[in-house]
């Protein structure tokens, strides 16, 4: 994020790319990634990214309500 507000937009996605590669399960990483793409022109990529982002929340909020999950 420090990236970011820095206007250093690729080093945002290299540094949001490498904690994917670490931690894939944390929409964070991807919520960043899309916000660097999106400044950076990139509409595809970070449209991709907040949909991954978003995905990832709702597991994560169905793991947390104890709801079984249908396959």
Known sequence: LSY???????????????AI???????????TR????YKLGRKALGDADTESADRLAAA?????SGRP???
Do not use: H, M, W
């Not at 899309?34 to 793409?37: G, N, Q, R």
């Open 69 to 71: 999950v249908n396959p």
């Open 21 to 31: 590669k670490l931690i894939p399960d944390q929409s964070a990483n991807y919520k």
């Open 4 to 18: 970011i507000l820095l206007g250093e937009y690729s080093r945002a996605v290299d540094d949001c790319t490498a």
């Open 60 to 64: 994560k909020a169905i793991r947390k």
């Open 34 to 37: 899309a916000l660097a793409y």
